[in-house]
């Protein structure tokens, strides 16, 4: 970024953070139903905050800019974000953008998550979810699992900025529970089972990988198994199962189990008895 633009967008940034009190809805709030199992950030506690270095001594906008776009150890990097997540406890918003901004032009994955949070949230900066995918998209790219996810619920509901795209949301959900986040993991158990009409023609392309994030394998222990739309004796039949055959478990409802077919690609209740027990240890 140009240094006189930068110096102005910071003056901008600081006359925010000085006027208002820090935002009522910290940490990060997604809508209805999905509440973070993670914290992402610490929350702020300064009602009047001074644009501050971090360390107590004031600064202006301009010298807090002087930063260079290379590389940083990894203990100073560390360093830097624990600079700017103080900075943004304090409500310092200019501080922390300016830690960041020059770090995530460099590639760090954590600072272009971070800047993406404050484009999203309009922390010192007027609410922009263009910047947003911008930046999630970037520490994305890099196997960054929280951008994943994030870049996952801001596609799945989409705004007046950015058109929901639940396809591509699912690819970002998937990336992240691939790398182990157990949010993503549940938001794709959520979407099949409340939003099934939209996700049939998704899940019918998944394999036994993507099936293999949501659950664990259970086999059919009877020689015909029906499997069931609801989990209810009174349900259609959906299909009827062979003994031996793999399900993949992802729901539970009293004595019936919720489960996928990989090859099919399609969710089926079979009842508690039809599923084959697990061994004990010793094999008994």
Known sequence: MNRTLLTATLLLISESALSAPPPQYWPPQWPGYWQPQQSFYPSPTASEPAVTDGEGAEISPAESSKTTEVALPDSETNHQHEKALRAMQEGNYAVAYCIWDPMADAGDAKAQFSIGWMFHNGYGLAIDNRQTLKWWTLAAEQEFANASFALGMLLSHGDNQVEQDL??????????????????????????????????????????????????????????????????????????????????????????????????????????????????????
Request: charged share 25%.
């Open 167 to 284: 396809p591509l949301a699912v690819e970002h959900y998937l990336q992240a529970a691939h790398a182990g986040h157990e949010d993503a993991q549940s938001m794709l158990a959520h979407l099949i089972q409340d939003e099934a009409r939209k996700m049939k023609p998704i899940i019918a392309e998944w394999g036994t990988k993507e099936w293999l994030l949501l659950g664990k394998t259970i086999r059919i222990n009877v020689k015909r198994a029906n499997a069931r739309t609801q989990p209810t004796l009174s349900s259609r039949v959906l299909t009827v199962l062979e003994e031996g055959t793999e399900l993949v478990q992802i729901g539970k409802e009293q004595r019936w189990r919720q489960a996928a077919l990989p090859e099919k690609g399609v969710i089926v209740w079979v009842h508690d008895s039809l599923i084959e027990k697990p061994q004990s240890k010793t094999g008994k």
